[in-house]
């Protein structure tokens, strides 16, 4: 069977963030590749199809691979996260099948206000937050309890998270908003500070969609701030990359694992997730407050998704095969 892996690639000068931002867009090759070796096995006829800065090149080496499935990677168009739906969109146009989440899903969860707003409507727990636009102020009238973390309204992979982003004080919090209007050029989308355990929570499949173990990120003591920032996240010879470390299955009270598991699923049918996502949660007093809603979350082998599948007893090469068979069931099922 013909499958393409599609991945995008950033411009040599991304056009707003810091530069070593680039760190974290430039996997997408590495983790195109790891899916690839992962098919290789099963006889597939396997084509990585790099996304550029030119989609109609794009467009037509997809359709002259002729491929049966496409494998989604593409996180975004040429340095815009904020373009990843237009590029399942594409997929959809083009009438090719293709794994993960289709456009909707992907534009709901990469609004984080967006997806506050629809957790907070279905009584989903997420921590209290306010949106501060850009070239607006914090309002003096809200009621959010200090300590704050402020992040970008659009980003992932813990862009625009350091220790700074989290402010006690109005005049740390003023300064922190510019910081994220000005670098990351969009809104600003202040929440309360959850001091507690982090969890990652993964789903595969779709009818029925299935809770995986859910990992933890144990912070080492002598850490600043106990969050994921980029630099604990990215750059391995940080102090602070050496101070977190992933633990699955999390050891967590039987309660608790259903709670974090039962928040997660309905989380993600609420966001149109489709095949796998991952959602941030921390978990205070026994309540998962919910971060965020990855719908294309990163699929290399060592990164959440395909620990909490390990978990589960699931390879890698089998969670991307499942993965694929997922697309390709919903093909034949459009077909029928
Ligand atoms: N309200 C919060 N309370 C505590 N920690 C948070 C909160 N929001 C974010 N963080 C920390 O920042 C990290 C990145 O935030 P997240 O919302 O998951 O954005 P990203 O899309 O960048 O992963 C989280 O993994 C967590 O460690
Ligand atoms: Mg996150």
Not at 117 to 127: E, F, I, K, R
Not at 281 to 305: F, H, K, Q, T
Request: hydrophobic share 45%; charged share 25%.
């Amino acid at each position: 069977m013909n499958v393409s892996v599609c991945f995008n690639r950033v411009p040599p000068k991304l056009f707003k963030g810091e530069s070593l931002d680039r760190i974290s867009e430039e996997g997408a090759e590495k983790e195109a590749r790891a899916v690839k070796a992962a098919l290789h096995p099963l006889g597939h006829n396997i084509k990585l199809v790099p996304l550029g800065a030119d989609m109609i090149a794009f467009a037509e080496e997809l359709r002259a691979s002729r491929p049966e499935v496409v494998f989604n990677l593409c996180e975004g168009f040429w340095g815009d996260s904020r373009k990843e739906l237009h590029v399942a969109a594409l997929l959809d146009l083009l009438g090719v099948a293709y794994t993960g989440t289709a456009p909707l899903g992907l534009g709901l969860t990469q609004d984080k206000v967006r997806t506050k707003d629809l957790l907070q409507a279905h009584s989903l727990p997420t921590p209290r937050y306010v949106l501060v636009r850009l070239g607006e102020l914090f309002p003096k009238t809200q009621n959010l309890t200090y300590p704050l973390i402020v992040k970008p309204r659009f980003e992932d992979a813990s862009l625009g998270i350091a220790a700074d982003s989290i402010v006690a004080n109005e005049k740390a919090l003023a300064k922190r908003i510019r910081y994220v209007h000005d670098t990351y050029r969009q809104g600003a989308l202040v929440e309360e500070f959850i001091e507690g355990r982090e969890l990652n929570a993964a789903v595969l499949g779709n009818a029925p969609m299935e809770a995986l173990p859910v990992s933890e990120i144990v912070f080492k003591p002598g850490l600043k701030r106990t969050i994921v920032s980029y630099d604990g996240k990215w750059l391995e010879d940080s102090q602070e990359y050496a101070q977190t470390a992933p633990v699955c299955p999390a050891p967590l009270k039987a309660k608790e694992t259903l709670l974090v598991r039962d928040v997660a699923l309905r989380a993600c049918k609420l966001l149109d997730c489709r095949d796998y996502a991952r959602v941030d949660i921390r978990l205070r007093d026994g309540v998962p407050y919910i971060l965020e809603i990855n719908a294309n979350p990163d699929l290399s082998p060592d990164a959440g998704l395909a620990r909490s599948a390990a978990a589960a007893g699931i390879s890698y090469p089998k969670l991307i095969d499942r993965i694929l068979n997922l697309a390709l069931k919903r093909k034949e099922t459009a077909r029928a």
